[in-house]
């Protein structure tokens, strides 16, 4: 019976050391010695809360994963995780941006990390999301929908030189799904705005967001769309979506948006 019970708490311990199926350790950071990898996730596009100087919080956006960590060892803590991660990671050359009781948050250039430890040190657990917007797909279709819905829709598919309102070729195919848009829906009346991140002076940006906004007017009027169903409007940097210090923030800010005319 003694040997029974002996191989039966064997066999278990032997189990729990196995990683969960399917899951890996990030590439860019090691686990802590004697921890089992019992869960992971993978998401194509997802959003992660992360903590930031003066315990405010921050929401990234982007392809998203997460693993979690345990250990039957006792007398670690907490503290102890987050300070080996916080060492392996400005080791790696990361930045630290916030790290505080139990809590860590770093990145490297558009990829974020957050690793959250239990008080006691028998878990925790690694999120990376790395900043990216969705890849946005545009057709005649979701053009109507998102109207239809919300009223506006902000596009980055249509875009320009840079400093100048010369729409790039690779524009072609959005502002091809524009003009379908309004040829299927005679009476829909387009306010074209145009936006820019806060690189340069506010008064040139201003000019250019506006020079930008009459370049996608001209395109869709030089295809026929009568130019009283059209209004070009420049907003320049006043109308940020997200945050201009990062450049992921200033590539979002950088866009045309459509907006249903009264």
């Known amino acids: ?58 929401r990234i956006e982007g392809q998203w ?16 995780i987050r300070r080996n991660i916080e060492n392996a990671l400005r080791m790696a050359k990361w930045t630290i941006v916030f790290s505080l009781n139990n809590d860590l ?9 957050r690793v959250l430890a239990g008080g006691d040190g028998d878990a925790y657990q690694v999120w990376t999301v790395l900043d990216k917007p969705m890849e946005q797909v545009v057709t005649a279709s979701t053009l109507s929908e998102k109207l239809e819905a919300d ?48 690189v340069g002076q506010p008064a040139a940006n201003l000019t250019l967001s506006q020079q930008r906004a009459d370049a996608v007017v001209a395109w869709l009027v030089g295809k026929g769309v009568a130019k009283d169903r059209l209004t070009g409007r420049g907003f320049g940097q006043t109308r940020p979506l997200d945050d201009n210090s990062l450049e992921e923030g200033r590539a979002k800010n950088r866009r045309v948006e459509l907006a249903k005319a009264p």
């Open 105 to 113: 948050t770093a990145r490297s250039g558009p990829r974020w990390v």
């Open 65 to 80: 994963a997460r693993v979690m960590y345990q250990t039957d060892k006792t007398g670690g803590s907490g503290l102890q």
């Open 151 to 198: 009223g506006r829709i902000p596009i980055w598919g249509i875009q320009f030189d840079t400093g100048k309102a010369v729409l790039k070729p690779e524009s072609t195919k959005v502002l091809e799904e524009v003009l379908a848009l309004l040829q299927s829906s005679a009476g829909l009346k387009l306010i074209v705005e145009g936006h820019t991140d806060n």
């Open 1 to 58: 019976m003694r040997l029974l019970l002996a191989f039966l708490a064997s066999s278990i311990a032997f189990l729990h050391a196995q990683d969960a199926e399917g899951c890996k350790d990030p590439e860019f950071l090691k686990r802590m010695p004697g921890y089992t990898l019992i869960e992971c996730e993978n998401k194509e596009f997802e959003a992660l809360e992360l903590l930031m100087p003066g315990e405010t919080s921050q």
